[in-house]
């Protein structure tokens, strides 16, 4: 199984607006040369993601994006379903699509696994990835008496 890049690059864009959660608007060509995506790609990504409400936009000299809410606020899950789509298959999201659903033991298979995905996708907040994100870039250190130390 695999997220399409829209989705991998989508999460990226947002993680890039926690981060800077605060402090004004953040231009794409920033996040896309920070993120080595390409801003055109982007500039397709913040339309779902703003539509839905996930960001702000901004023109003029001090424009760009942000978050719309704290990114506590925030899920994986969120973005995700913004830019694939709640399900996994249009089945589980609109049973009456298929004329097997009541003996369907795949899509019994399918259903669970929606329900793992999105139980743990709704789990991660982006402030969640940010904390993940600074535990490993000071993973190894041991701060003792204000000087960081190598823990090996």
């Avoid at 789509?85 to 609109?94: P, Q």
Wanted: some cysteine.
């Amino acid at each position: 199984m695999k997220l399409s890049t829209r989705a991998r690059y989508g999460l990226r864009l947002m993680f890039a607006l926690a981060k800077n959660y605060g402090k004004g608007y953040v231009l794409l060509k920033d996040v896309a040369c920070a993120e080595e995506i390409s801003e055109k790609y982007l500039s397709l990504i913040v339309i779902p993601l703003r539509s839905t409400g996930l960001i702000n936009s901004a023109r003029g000299a001090t424009g760009g994006y942000s978050l719309a809410r704290d990114p506590s606020q925030i899920t994986v899950k969120e973005i995700v379903d913004v830019l694939e789509g709640e399900a996994l298959l249009d089945c589980l999201k609109n049973p009456s699509l298929c004329p097997r659903v009541s003996s369907c033991v795949s899509r019994d298979v399918w259903v669970l696994l929606n329900d793992k995905i999105s139980e743990t996708l709704s789990s991660i907040t982006l402030e969640k990835l940010i904390q993940m994100e600074n535990e490993k870039i000071s993973g190894g250190k041991i701060e003792k008496g204000g000087n960081h130390e190598d823990s090996r």
